[in-house]
């Protein structure tokens, strides 16, 4: 009993975000990551995506995003939407081919919400259809020692 209460409350100090990735059995959660810095999630044949970290922290303060319209194909490496920031705007390019599921709307109306959140509720877009993943996406580790040569 000691030691599941003790748990219980050193639990609850975990922020709700590392409880969600780390320790939901649910699924695994392993993000792949490109070298112009978008990650994606595939589950099926669907992946989810967005810019990294990294990325929003290089443009700064988001003021717009250009998404495509749901039912669009995509190709892999072709651009499916733009960002702007107050410093700069930049593509996002697909590493994969797909057709748009679903557009992050709150991304939309809230751009600084991929500041906040890149890598969780700042997720830009759902494809459906893509087939696994291509040897060119990196995971976290490697990716993270790609970004010490950046």
């Known amino acids: 009993f000691f030691l599941s209460a003790m748990f219980r409350t050193s639990f609850a100090r975990v922020p709700s975000l590392c409880r969600t990735v780390f320790f939901n059995t649910n699924r695994s959660y392993v993000m792949k ?18 810019i990294t970290n990294y ?38 390019l697909s590493p994969v081919a797909g057709t748009v599921a679903e557009v992050n709307s709150k991304v939309q109306d809230s751009p600084s919400l991929i500041n906040k959140s890149p890598e969780q509720d700042g997720w830009i877009v759902k494809l459906e259809g893509v087939e696994s993943s291509s040897d060119d996406l990196m995971d976290k580790a490697a990716y993270d020692e790609y970004l010490k040569t950046v």
Do not use: C, R
């Open 33 to 50: 990551y490109t070298t112009d810095h978008e990650w994606i999630d595939i589950e099926g044949n669907t992946a989810t995506m967005g």
């Open 55 to 92: 990325a929003q922290q290089q443009l700064g303060e988001i003021v717009y995003v250009e998404l495509p319209e749901s039912g669009a194909s995509v190709d892999a490496g072709q651009a499916f939407g733009e960002v702007e920031s107050v410093k700069s705007s930049s593509e996002l």
